[in-house]
């Protein structure tokens, strides 16, 4: 058997989340489907480093696969390709060592949220980022990142519907990139909990907007109460941009 690593990039729009489920449309659904025929009627399991929800995209997604099959690492792309559906890709393969593991080899992650702050919504981007027409600091969120960087507990900015009990996470980076109409977010880490960059996003935007002190951020933290942040931000604005690995 060889073990595949797969680099994937998908629009998440029409998708009810990365991970397979009775009654949606999923990414690893139609990939593992791809598989399926194939391997001539096989079932083929594919693992991701992480699940995504309904709606976000992926640019540097991987995943893994065991396959008995002797087929060229660079021929893999186009042999899966051609039995996906056009918002889901493969972008390269690799054949790797039988102990990596999509999710449990990687080291972190890096995810980017991009926000339209135009007067005019575009409806040509509203499926690939969040509109946000309000006049934003970009001084009191820089100073306001700061404060997120490093080792904290984020259950003030994890979803409550998470069963994770350790909630301890390590922000490497944050980063704001501004363009004439566009913020883009970047945020690297260790890992990122459930609805975690959707709500610093949400959060960072409301301290930009005014309605929350760039100072209020430590305390937050603190609190371990998720009713203390912003809002969580749309579905739509949010990337998986890139997986790290050690090696």
């Given amino acids: ?23 949606g449309r999923t990414i690893q659904g139609c990939i593992e ?7 001539k009627g096989q079932d083929v399991k594919v693992f991701a480093s992480g699940r995504t929800d309904a709606g ?50 990687a080291s972190g992650k890096e995810y980017r949220y991009k926000v339209h702050t135009s007067a005019f919504q575009d409806p040509f981007r509203r499926n690939f980022s969040y509109h946000y027409p309000y006049k934003l600091d970009m001084k009191w969120m820089e100073e306001a990142a700061k404060n ?12 409550a519907k ?20 566009e913020l883009e977010f970047h945020f690297i880490g260790n890992g990122f909990l459930y609805n975690m960059v959707r709500i610093l996003t949400g959060s960072l935007l409301d301290i930009g907007s005014g309605k929350i002190s760039p100072n209020e951020i430590k305390r ?17 604005g949010l990337y998986l941009w890139r997986v790290f690995y050690d090696n």
């Fill in 1 to 23: 058997m060889n073990r595949i690593k797969c680099i994937v990039c998908y629009d998440g729009t029409a998708f009810a989340g990365y991970q397979i489920q009775p009654n």
């Fill in 33 to 39: 489907k791809a598989l399926k025929m194939i391997h």
């Fill in 56 to 105: 976000v995209h992926a640019v540097g997604q991987v995943l893994h696969f065991d396959s008995p099959l002797r087929i060229p690492p660079h021929k893999w792309p186009n042999a899966i390709n051609g039995l996906l559906p056009r918002d889901i890709r493969i972008k390269e393969c690799e054949i790797v060592d039988s102990s990596f593991h999509a999710r449990f080899s």
């Fill in 148 to 159: 997120l960087i490093g080792t904290h507990d984020f259950t003030s900015f994890c979803s």
């Fill in 162 to 181: 998470t069963d994770v009990e350790d909630k301890v996470r390590t922000i490497e980076q944050i980063s704001i990139h501004s363009s004439q109409d």
């Fill in 220 to 236: 937050i933290l603190e609190a371990k109460n998720r009713s203390m942040a912003g809002k969580t931000a749309p579905a739509a």
